[in-house]
């Protein structure tokens, strides 16, 4: 654990509240002071009440203060408000506070309304942060749906928000998990630079494919499916491209999908449940998809609900995906897929403006720390080599250190993993310690002591190529998968991607 307490003497910043505190937008200033003992003016401000001084209030933006989720550390201050774009934001802050922050970028994305308690619900997951000693934040965003550089622009101006209400902090490391990774890596590329505001980047479990490429083998399941299939949708029932995920005003729900899924396949039932028919049919369609049976489900989900949100809603029912010239393997029989499969071509603006919304083009300017799990069934643990090999292409992967466990979930890891991630991360930004995968599997340990058993870091796992999972599209195959210049370009010419 980090030593949050080792400077925790309020007499050490006499006459020095939290707007003085709050004023310090030099970062060089902002430490200096924090190794003398002296950046815990919030914690001597915030009193025992938990809510700041009346200097500190003039001094600052007003911070409401809510009750902390039960799993924090006790005497932490949280905070809960609204930011200007609508999102929802919620900051917790430790008792002796040394001056390091964590902005959490959620996953997702969620396709209801942004409300208050997703952003409690992340703070309560990742509540070992804060039991480190770094103060949190974390935004909802300002809407559900489909849209990384939306959930970017809130992330950054949640960022902002800290800094107007708290103060200037010494070391700021961005933090993404599942899609939140890739919104963290785009906040990063978008906002970052070697001068700030971010001095590190932890992206864990990240689909850091992007979305272009990142939701392929989603569509490979549509189509799949259907071919085995036949009930998404029905023949009683109107066609519409695959593609669209549902039609717009399609009242299907979760639960009519989940029956028909079950009528095909029998996934909910155990094996020896199954008809014949529904064992080949399963085994076909994740042969091919290579989707682990207890994923299923949820992906066809996505393919289903979220597509028609990117598609109708946020692309105005143009088509960014394409699986023309795929050559499905691994059924029973290839050449009867792929003869019978449905194939679709994408709309060049539709596939652009994803791309300049969801793609990454590798440019981070500061170091980026990776923990993945070897057996994630949702974003695979080949995201990590795409990951890589975008990096490489941008001259960055001497910036990038990637850790993987033998674990097999996908929304929470382990707390002694985490932990060990943001200390090596913080200790890379701050003493210049680069670290590799080994010595970060050997700090673990001394983490366990605090947060349980929890290590199961390997560092000498490997990921195979993306394209060893995901089949790849042709002409689709480098990376990155969105050319920094066209990036610029785009942002110059305005008007592209997905509207906030």
Not at 76 to 92: E, F, K, M, R, W
Not at 146 to 157: L, V
Not at 257 to 279: D, F, I, K, N, V
Not at 450 to 473: E, L, T, W
Request: contains cysteine; charged residues 20%.
């Amino acid at each position: 654990m980090r030593s949050a307490g080792d400077h925790n003497d309020h007499n050490l910043c006499p006459g020095r509240d939290l707007g003085h505190c709050a004023g310090m937008s030099n970062r060089s200033t902002w430490r200096a002071w924090a190794a003398a003992g002296v950046g815990l003016c919030l914690a001597a401000s915030l009193g025992t009440t938990g809510t700041p001084t009346a200097a500190a209030t003039a001094a600052t933006p007003s911070l409401d203060a809510t009750p902390c989720p039960p799993s924090l550390p006790a005497d932490t201050s949280c905070y809960a408000g609204q930011q200007p774009s609508g999102a929802h934001y919620l900051i917790a802050v430790p008792e002796g506070w040394d001056g390091d922050l964590v902005v959490h970028a959620h996953g997702g994305p969620d396709l209801g309304a942004a409300t208050p308690e997703r952003v409690a619900e992340d703070l309560d997951r990742w509540s070992v942060m804060v039991a480190e000693g770094y103060a949190w934040v974390g935004s909802s965003y300002r809407r559900g749906g489909y849209g990384t550089r939306m959930a970017a622009a809130d992330t950054e101006e949640v960022r902002r928000l800290f800094v107007d209400a708290v103060g200037e902090p010494g070391t700021t490391l961005l933090h993404g998990q599942s899609w939140g990774g890739l919104v963290a890596a785009k906040t990063a590329e978008v906002y970052g630079g070697r001068r700030g505001p971010y001095d590190g980047v932890l992206l864990t479990n990240g689909v850091l494919a992007g979305a272009t490429r990142g939701y392929d083998y989603r569509l490979d399941l549509r189509v799949v499916y259907q071919h085995y299939c036949g009930n998404h949708p029905r023949p009683s029932e109107p066609s519409y491209e695959l593609w669209r995920g549902l039609p717009a005003g399609s009242t299907m729900t979760a639960a009519e999908l989940r029956r028909r899924a079950q009528e095909c396949t029998g996934y909910q039932s155990p094996p020896e449940q199954r008809t014949p028919q529904q064992r080949a049919r399963l085994a076909d369609i994740l042969a091919v998809t290579q989707i682990p049976e207890r994923s299923f489900y949820s992906h066809l989900s996505f393919a289903t609900f979220t597509f028609r949100d990117i598609v109708h809603t946020r692309l105005h029912d143009r088509n960014p995906f394409t699986n023309l010239g795929v050559a499905y393997r691994g059924s029973s029989d290839d050449r009867s897929l792929n003869r019978g499969v449905l194939r679709y071509r994408a709309d060049a603006g539709a596939r652009r403006d994803l791309s300049f919304d969801s793609d990454l083009t590798g440019e981070i300017a500061v170091p980026v720390l990776t923990l993945h799990a070897i057996d994630d069934p949702t974003a695979f643990v080949e995201h990590e080599s795409a990951f890589r090999r975008t990096l490489d292409a941008a001259g960055n992967a001497h910036r990038l250190v990637q850790t993987f466990t033998r674990e097999s979930e996908h929304s929470a890891l382990s707390d002694s993993g985490y932990a060990t991630a943001i200390g090596a991360l913080h200790d890379w930004v701050t003493l210049g310690r680069r670290p590799s995968s080994r010595s970060i599997e050997r700090a673990c340990a001394r983490h366990d002591l605090d947060h349980g058993q929890g290590c199961f870091f390997d560092a000498g796992y490997r990921p195979g190529s993306y394209f060893d999972r995901v089949h790849p599209r042709p002409g689709h195959t480098r990376w990155p998968a969105l050319d920094a210049r066209d990036a610029a370009r785009w942002e110059r010419i305005g008007g592209i991607g997905i509207d906030y």
